[in-house]
């Protein structure tokens, strides 16, 4: 039996195209999220309003904290880079599927500090994605390895258990969530939640301290808690039809954070959803995690391939 709680409510209204990757910062208490298609890094600290935006040289799909303040590892559409915030400066890491028409998506680091993502196919025709992209991990000597899943056309969902022994993904066109045990080797994977019967797509995801994961549902309006088992418990109405992924925040890790997408609305949805691409939250019967941290390699010290604006 799953609980319904009282709708989202907007606390920023960003106007995002393609807001996502919303990750909160327990060391400064602030959230830091991407609007993808604005190529733009948002940070929001909720306690004093203060609001700052950083303009990147391509688009940011999703990033990680760092065990060194002040520095974020970006998975920038053809790459992934440090970046550090006080300056804009970007040093790249290394490129991402560079023989394939993809560019990085969803992300995030697991439990022992290495940063897991995976990419999305842009075909140059325009036509139907395709499953050519892959799933990756970034280790701490800042060595890429592909993860032996299957191939992905829209990844998203990926998250881990509190206790990092599973980890949770999916790609977006099958509306099914996979997971699979995981370490520095992967178990085989299983289907975790089903959304066949459904118009939406699975997003993005993150995991609560009971191993609850909550999941954020494109073209639904709505971001739903699964237990371990996979059973719904917890209905989250969110007040755009396209919420893209949940973070836990707030100073006891309590308030659930969304973004969202206007990315694809006419000017009738628009008007309809004047709240599409704002970031929203809800106070939860939940805690989260404080999020896992990039323990990798920081650039030596050098000049930077290339920087940033912010405003």
């Known amino acids: 039996m799953s609980a319904a709680h009282a709708p989202a409510q907007a606390v920023l209204a960003a106007a995002n195209t393609l807001g996502e990757g919303v990750v909160w910062c327990e060391r400064t208490q602030a959230l830091y999220w991407t609007d993808i298609q604005a190529s733009t890094l948002w940070r929001h600290a ?32 053809s790459r992934l880079a440090f970046f550090r915030l006080a300056d804009g400066a970007l040093h790249t890491v290394c490129e ?60 998203n969902s990926i998250a881990f258990s509190p206790d990092g022994g599973t ?41 609560d301290a009971e191993g609850g994961l909550w999941n954020a549902q494109w073209g639904l309006g709505r971001v739903l808690r699964y237990r371990p088992d996979g059973s719904v418990d917890r209905v989250l109405p969110v007040p755009a039809s396209q919420p893209t992924r949940p973070a836990f925040g707030g100073a006891a890790l309590d308030t659930l954070y969304v973004t969202s997408a206007r990315d694809g609305l006419d000017a009738d949805a628009l008007a309809r959803e004047p709240l599409a691409g704002a970031l929203f939250a809800a106070r939860v019967d939940a ?15 050098g000049p930077s391939t290339n920087t940033a604006t912010h405003n």
């Open 167 to 207: 980890m949770y993904y999916c790609d977006s066109l099958t509306r099914t969530i996979r997971c699979c045990a995981y370490g520095d080797t992967l178990g085989p994977s299983r289907l975790f939640a089903d959304l066949r019967d459904c118009t939406g797509e699975p997003d993005g995801s993150c995991v």
């Open 96 to 155: 991402v599927e560079p023989e394939l028409p993809t560019r990085c998506n969803d992300g995030g680091c697991d439990r022992q500090g290495r940063f897991v993502f995976g990419t999305l196919h842009e075909p140059a025709d325009g036509g139907p994605k395709q499953p050519i992209g892959g799933f990756w991990r970034l280790d701490a000597e800042l060595s890429l390895e592909r993860l032996p899943l299957e191939g992905v056309a829209i990844s």
């Open 46 to 77: 909720p306690a004093s309003g203060e609001t700052k935006q950083w303009q990147l040289p391509e688009r940011l799909a999703s990033f990680a904290l760092c065990e060194t303040d002040g520095w974020l590892l970006l998975a920038l559409a």
């Open 287 to 301: 805690r989260g995690l404080p999020e896992p941290r990039f323990a990798g390699m920081l650039p030596a010290a």
